[in-house]
């Protein structure tokens, strides 16, 4: 999300319109992928995902907007802190929610995440400059939105990992919900579409779809270690991301960075072989 958003603003992409086109290549995908069933009608999927795609539905395109709000106002580098930090919540649902049992190699990986998550995203020489001073109440409520949002999506999508294969139903509801509420907000604001907005969402769309679906396989996987998968999905995107600032953006590591991904390697490593 963090390398799409540096690209919009530099191409002058809607972000919007382009979250927009993401829900309709992701329910293209769902269906030509994952072939959700519908023969035996809505009941089953009410029964076990109607609370799932209905938050889903709503906080899906609402927290895309909140952190392109949020890049807008306070800058990439602490909207990214807060997206990531937002790894607090799914992993206390681990340990409250999902009933797994703390151990000290899981302690010793959760605080080794935490410590790549802050270290990746740290840019000393980054200086971002507002046209309009931001005051302090409104930088909580878009952080805030951010890391409440991103750490509540990661708890409904173990939730809906746990539904086995009827996860398709749900995932297909939640994205077309998930549609026709941005565009009815895109529709009140008299949008004025662009088309390389529009088509930009059919990369976004791709790639949010894939990131999902193994997201939530990776949990069908490893039902029993939620904290594994959270852990290691941020701190694999973050990973990722640098290498991508490295070699598209021409970005720079610096030693804090590199601290990171070490940090982040050692952290799945306790997770996944320790734990």
């Given at each position: ?10 191409q002058h992409i809607d972000i919007a319109q382009a979250i927009l086109v993401n829900y309709i290549t992701a329910i293209v995908l ?34 895309f907007i909140i952190m392109a709000k949020a890049v807008q106002m306070v800058g990439i580098a602490k909207s990214d802190v807060a ?18 049992t703390l151990t000290l190699a899981k302690g010793v990986g959760i605080v080794l995440a935490f410590l790549s998550l802050m270290t ?156």
């Open positions: 999300m963090s390398v799409f958003l540096k690209i919009a603003r530099w769902c269906l030509v992928v994952l072939s959700p069933d519908f023969s035996g009608g809505l009941t089953g999927v009410l029964h076990g995902g109607v609370m799932i795609f209905v938050l889903l539905g709503i906080l899906l395109p609402s927290v997206q990531r930090l937002a790894l607090f919540l799914p992993i206390l649902a681990s340990f409250t929610i999902f009933g797994e990746l995203t740290f840019k000393p020489s980054l200086n971002f400059t507002q046209n309009q001073p931001i005051s302090t109440k409104q930088t909580v409520l878009v952080l805030g939105g951010v890391w409440a949002g991103y750490g509540v999506i990661d708890i409904l999508f173990k939730q809906m990992s746990k539904l086995g294969n009827a996860f398709a139903h749900t995932l297909l509801i939640s994205f077309v919900l998930a549609f026709v509420l941005l565009f009815v907000y895109l529709m009140t604001q008299k949008t004025r579409w662009h088309g390389k907005s529009l088509a930009s969402g059919v990369i976004l769309g791709v790639l949010n779809f894939c990131n999902i679906l193994f997201y939530i396989k990776a949990h069908q996987v490893h039902k029993d270690d939620p904290t594994l998968v959270f852990a290691g999905m941020n701190i694999g995107v973050m990973c990722v991301g640098a290498m991508v600032g490295v070699l598209i953006f021409k970005e720079k590591l610096n030693k804090i960075n590199i601290l990171g991904i070490l940090s982040g390697i050692c952290a799945v490593w306790c997770l996944f072989y320790l734990a």
